[in-house]
């Protein structure tokens, strides 16, 4: 078995780490609560998530590290009140204390800002002891870092930042909808379940199968969720954890966890070194002999949270309409990144086709011989029809003889109606969208290297989940 204490030594802060980290929480909370007082607000600032929890990971970027200020007001503030004030608080801090920063919306806005190069995020919210006193989704924050911190071992903080790691370096981690994986509090509630990392990976092995669950508080209530994966919420039993895990992340995470434990490797714990060729990408797009093309448009200045759905709305109903036009679609998917030029996020939807053409007829049915009504009719519709077995048969020609025509005639202002398109998308998409072949795309050098990656991610799905 390899050696866990080396991988915890690159991926658990330093001391230096942590006393930069609680110094600048301890900062903010001091000037939050002090303001509160000065202005007569009834609000305190305290940390909650993965740094109050002890369960965040280091790396030279921060990224892995969200310091989480949440902002309590008593139970009866009104929402409005909650709002002006909690927000009034947020950006006085940041402003006062230096950082970048941007509002954003949950069930309330919020702050989401950068400060000493840590990520922060100041959210007003209600101060509850238990679930029933829920005014708004944030508010879980509370009860799920009091419940962790009272429920993790000593020593356990260390398994929690194994299996984040594992599942970060695996693509199953992130709750997002963009990922649609496993979220922080989901990894520390099945440490808290299992024990360990290694228990972990082997109970995924052996027991897990769609609708399995996890009930640490024996509430009893697993069988009133229908989801890949049952966790039910200790701090509230009508909630399952692991509601935005997909079918797709839970049977990804089983096969790196079967594919770790029968060939033990550090390299699980670190990022893939991949080759990023555009020429490489296109011989392999050339070799799978299908017609790759991609949709791009502007991206609309919404949440990813509420981006990314539309996007795979309008991607799952392209490929409908392409089907449905005969068109065989061998795979599909959809991303953002950002534009080249002015920085501007673009939308990608990747579409390759095992067909792009079609023949000018296409075979229709009609009503069987014996229904003499309707068999006329198609008749005199159709007077060129025959008989297979019992039923009236004709041609028809295809309004669309090849992928390219139907997507566009679907992107126009009257074919957009039979697309089922994010409401925020429609408009970007009249606006101005291109298609272009994936080939184009790689060799005219127009492909920078996230876009790169993601395709070459397309390519090659199971390429994580192993080393």
Known sequence: MIDFKTILDDIEPS??????????????????????KKKGFNAEAVLLGSVAKKTWIYSDDYDDVDIDIFIKFPLNTSLEDLKVQGMKLAYNCIEQIGGTYEERYASHPYLSGNIDGYPVDLVPCYDISKATQLKSA????????????KSLKVGQEKEVRLLKRFMKMVGTYGSEFKVGGFSGYLCELLIINYGSFLEVLRNVWTDWKPGYQIDLMEYGTSNLFDDPLIVVDPTDSNRNVAAALT??????????????LENPKTAY????????DRRALKVEFDKRDTHSIVITFSAPDIPSDALYPQIKKTENSLVKILETG??????SDCWTCQGSDDGENLVFILLEMNTWHLPGFRKHFGPKVWDKENGKRFIEKHPESWVEADQWVTLIRREHQDAESLIKGTLT????????????????ILDDYHLMNVGDLLIKGKSDEELLKYLYCYLHKYELLFR
Do not use: W
């Open 269 to 276: 714990f670190y990022p893939k070194d991949i080759t990023l």
């Open 247 to 260: 079918l797709q992340k839970m049977a990804e995470f089983r096969v790196a966890a079967v594919n770790f």
């Open 15 to 36: 001391a230096d780490n942590e006393k930069k980290v609680k110094e600048l929480s301890n900062k903010i909370i001091d000037i939050i609560n002090s303001t509160a």
């Open 138 to 149: 944030v508010d879980r924050t509370i009860l799920h870092t009091e419940y962790v911190k």
């Open 326 to 331: 005969d068109f065989s679609v061998l795979g």
């Open 413 to 428: 202002k009257n074919g957009i109606r039979n697309l089922r398109v994010g409401k925020h998308l429609k408009k970007k």
